[in-house]
């Protein structure tokens, strides 16, 4: 839970239109401390706010957002502004947010990422929600039976990091 006297920090920075000292209060939060900060502003301020972060730290504040949070936080932002989200976030993310669009923005924002995100994504999205496809996530780290300890521990170093969950 958020601090009540960040938020109204926050709000008042806001409001005075301090976008340099907001984006200065927000720099150290967490993800998590940022999506329960957005829950106590207005939708403007929520996306301003949202616009402020960083793409890779505005990624994961998505994911972390209800549904209908979610839903609404990208009815407020452009195709501009959201586009980079989308090809940030992994694509299993990316694809339940455009499924919570109309199909008409969806389809037009899969047209403008990137080909490899685009690709992941189209895949998701032919499977229903709720169905083992659709929570399913395309990024993953495989390593054969004949590799290494060495060679598996490198390949965990150089690709782990854009792995949502390594097991």
Not at 56 to 65: G, K, Q, S, Y
Not at 84 to 110: F, N, S
Not at 131 to 139: D, F, K, P, V
């Amino acid at each position: 839970m958020i601090a009540e006297d960040l938020v109204e920090d926050a709000r008042a920075r806001l409001a005075g239109r301090d976008l340099h000292g907001l984006a200065v209060l927000l720099g150290p939060l967490h993800p998590a401390d940022l999506a329960d900060l957005l829950r106590h502003l207005d939708l403007a301020d929520q996306a301003t706010t949202h616009l402020l972060l960083p793409e890779d730290v505005a990624a994961a504040v998505i994911p972390l957002l209800s549904d209908e949070e979610q839903a609404a936080l990208a009815h407020a932002l452009s195709d501009e502004q959201l586009l980079p989200l989308l090809e940030e976030m992994p694509a299993d993310e990316a694809t339940d947010l455009l499924g919570d669009l109309p199909q008409t923005r969806a389809r037009r924002l899969l047209s403008l990422m990137r080909h490899e995100d685009a690709a992941a994504v189209a895949t998701l999205l032919r499977f229903p929600d709720r169905s083992a496809g659709g929570l399913m996530t395309t990024e993953y780290l495989a390593v054969g039976p004949r590799m290494t300890v060495q060679k598996t521990i490198e390949a965990v170093r150089t690709r782990g990091c854009d792995i949502e969950f390594l097991y």
